[in-house]
């Protein structure tokens, strides 16, 4: 069975820094490209980062460009999203997801929520 | 914001059909690209509904269908139950924003 388990939320000041984990079992993790999605408070679903099985290939929403770095270790079978400079508008739930080939999501984790505020 | 547009909500008595509606444009679905549609429960992550703009996923209901036409797609749903009453949201990619993952502005479900 595929499961995909999020941490490393909570509540940080604006500015500040969290890193998520995705921990992923059940599958081949070296053999499939990984996203973060993420869902602010009542809104809809918005992807933030692609990272493809090798790590050759990282992508990330204009959004947090330059603030967000994705990384994963195939050994560890982990994913994860070191998120700097966080500003208010990041708060949300961040979704671990499995990227499929033809580019769509077949499975997601639970989510862990971030929330920016002072 | 989101570059596919869906209707904020659609309802439905049990046992109707309901369709929602994903427009895009010839940078998305116009272009070639499939759509994929995903169902939130309430309080739950997103879960994998539909791919390649008709395909169903093993365990997902026949009674969920999808197509595409032109620069839209649609999700349809027959028999509608209880526990259909959902948030729906479609997905393609499009080129000229570069990205792999665009998705829809998402659509509630009530049943009636």
């Known amino acids: 069975e595929v499961q995909l388990v999020e941490s490393g939320g909570g509540l940080v000041q604006p500015g500040g820094s969290l890193r998520l984990s995705c921990a992923a079992s059940g599958f081949t993790f070296s053999s499939y490209s990984m996203n973060w999605v993420r869902q602010a408070p009542g809104k809809g679903l918005e992807w933030v980062s692609y990272i493809s099985s090798s790590s050759s290939t990282i992508y990330y929403a204009d959004s947090v460009k330059g603030r967000f770095t994705i990384s994963r270790d195939n050994a560890k079978n982990s994913l994860y999203l070191q998120m700097n400079s966080l500003r208010d508008e990041d708060t949300a739930v961040y979704y671990c997801?499995?990227?499929?080939?033809?580019?769509?999501?077949?499975?997601w984790g639970q989510g862990t929520l971030v929330t920016v505020s002072s | 914001q989101s570059v596919l547009t869906q209707p904020p909500s659609v309802s439905g008595a049990p046992g109707q059909r309901v369709t929602i509606s994903c427009t895009g444009s010839?940078?998305?679905?116009?272009?070639?690209?499939?759509v994929h549609w995903y169902q939130q429960l309430p309080g739950t992550a997103p879960k994998l509904l539909i791919y390649g703009n008709s395909n169903r996923p093993s365990g997902v209901p026949d009674r969920f269908s999808g197509s595409k036409s032109g620069t839209s797609a649609s999700l349809a749903i027959t028999g509608l139950q209880a526990e259909d009453e959902a948030d729906y949201y479609c997905?393609?990619?499009?080129?000229?924003?570069?990205?792999?993952?665009?998705f829809g502005t998402g659509t509630k479900v009530t049943v009636l």
């Open positions: 997801a499995r990227g499929s080939y033809g580019y769509f999501v077949d499975y």
């Open positions: 010839s940078s998305n679905i116009g272009a070639g690209y499939d």
């Open positions: 997905q393609s990619y499009d080129s000229s924003l570069s990205v792999h993952y665009v």
